[in-house]
């Protein structure tokens, strides 16, 4: 019995692909887009209101929408065109981002525009990732995930401070109107960049009847499949060293260190995390599917350290570690994208990403709620050790559900 053999692509082969080069363009406009948003109205919310409150409420809007309406509304890419999916939202989205411009509206017109333009993301990002694996075949889809990836955590290290300098060279009125044209661009390179595809059907199964049912069957599908149901588990273990981001402030304080120092360290796990996808991208497709597990241990373990309240150069590192670690998202993402059926990978889009996103919202909210009694390294160390021993038991889980898929593949006839 002859076993195929995934051979590894290469950056020029996804490149090449002139439909990918406008969806990664697109992406990329997107998420400047959304890091200019939040410097823009973060800076608009405390010049109108002088309230730090306020402002930190407001900026938590900006994820909000995510997980109250991502699973309900990534359904759109799968019952229209997703082409039609991205144009429209990317145009909806720019017609709110100039709304918000305006600054005689009252603030909170503002903030329920802000709630709109984020729900809108939802079905612009499910289409958009369900297109890409009918554009990359095969391991190229990896590489252009990747890609794309690497770019959002570029924007991490840099978005913020390119965005206050947008915004103080033309005030939050232009910042957001330039955040307009980001979307318009997109829209435009969808339209002349990809390609006409129908809405995707499985041949058989009539739409459903209603976008709840849509969510429903989503998550009955991710539930009752194990392969896709472990690589969510995986995908959640982020909830435990994402943790960092939220006490990186009072433990940089805890070690004789002050802000400038904890914006460094914030920097340390999306920097180590781009090393890290490169990196994953040199290995052979099988050896990626193999380590799932092990990485997404390795991406917790740093984090016991803290409790050793090690200078910020070693927790530089340790944080760096835990984010080089954390590339297994990528070939994770990937292998779940590419296991479901082409008319229902919308909806799974929606129900992972809404698994991703809360579990890092509860994470930071429980280290938080353990840094009263254990202080930040403390409560960081726990974390570590926990996710360390889920992410253990999740990739024995993924080891199980991919011998059982490998078993089945083998006993179907040939």
């Given amino acids: 019995m ?4 995934v051979e590894r692509a290469r950056w020029r082969d996804v490149f090449a692909h002139a439909e990918f080069r406008a969806l990664f363009l697109a992406g990329v406009l997107s998420v400047a887009g959304d890091q200019l948003a939040r410097v823009a109205l973060s800076v608009l919310v405390f010049d109108r209101t002088a309230s ?3 402002t930190a409420v407001t900026y938590a809007l900006t994820y909000v929408p995510d997980l109250l309406f991502g699973p309900l509304l990534a359904g759109f890419a799968d019952r229209y065109p997703r082409r039609t999916v991205m144009i429209v939202t990317d145009v909806a989205r720019a017609i709110l981002v100039a709304g918000m411009a305006i600054q005689a509206l009252p603030l909170l017109v503002v903030i329920l525009l802000l709630v709109a333009l984020q729900a809108f993301g939802s079905p612009f990002n499910a289409a958009r990732g369900a297109t890409l694996p009918a554009v990359l075949p095969g391991d190229h889809y990896v590489l252009g995930k990747a ?14 401070g390119f965005g206050g300098a947008v915004v103080v060279a033309v005030g939050t009125s232009g910042g ?3 955040d307009a044209g980001t979307f318009v661009l997109s829209a435009l390179l969808v339209t002349f960049g990809v390609h006409r595809r129908p809405a995707p059907t499985s041949g058989t ?9 849509d969510l429903v069957s989503g998550v009955a599908l991710v539930a009752r499949t194990p392969k896709l149901r472990t690589l969510v588990l995986l995908a959640t273990i982020a909830g435990f060293y994402v943790t960092v981001e939220g006490l990186a402030v009072p433990y940089a304080h805890e070690i004789g260190y002050g802000t400038t120092t904890a914006g460094v360290l914030l920097a340390a796990s999306p920097a180590g995390c781009v090393l890290g996808m490169w990196l994953i991208t040199l290995w052979s497709p099988e050896r990626r599917m193999k380590l799932l597990g092990p990485l997404a241990v390795a991406a917790c373990v740093p984090l016991a350290f803290c409790a050793l309240q090690p200078g ?3 927790t530089f590192c340790l944080w760096a570690l835990s984010g080089a670690a954390s590339a297994y998202h990528l070939p994770t993402s ?9 008319h229902q990978r919308g909806k799974a889009f929606g129900v992972a990403g809404t698994a991703l996103k809360g579990s890092q919202g509860l994470g930071i909210l429980l280290v938080g709620v353990l840094a009263g009694p254990f202080g930040a390294s403390g409560a960081l160390a726990v974390m570590g ?3 360390a021993l889920l992410a253990a038991a999740a990739g024995g889980a993924w080891a199980r559900a991919r011998r059982i898929d490998d078993h089945s593949s083998e006993s179907q006839p040939g």
Avoid: E, R
């Avoid at 002859?2 to 053999?5: E, F, K, N, R």
């Avoid at 990937?334 to 082409?342: E, H, K």
């Fill in 52 to 54: 730090a409150g306020l």
């Fill in 205 to 213: 199964d009539a739409p459903s009847a209603s976008y709840l049912s």
């Fill in 312 to 314: 910020p150069a070693v």
């Fill in 176 to 178: 957001l109107l330039l």
């Fill in 385 to 387: 050790v926990t996710g």
């Fill in 2 to 5: 002859s076993v195929a053999v």
């Fill in 334 to 342: 990937a292998a779940f994208v590419q296991a479901v059926p082409d």
């Fill in 147 to 160: 890609a794309n990836d690497m770019v959002v955590q570029f924007s991490q290290v840099l978005g913020f």
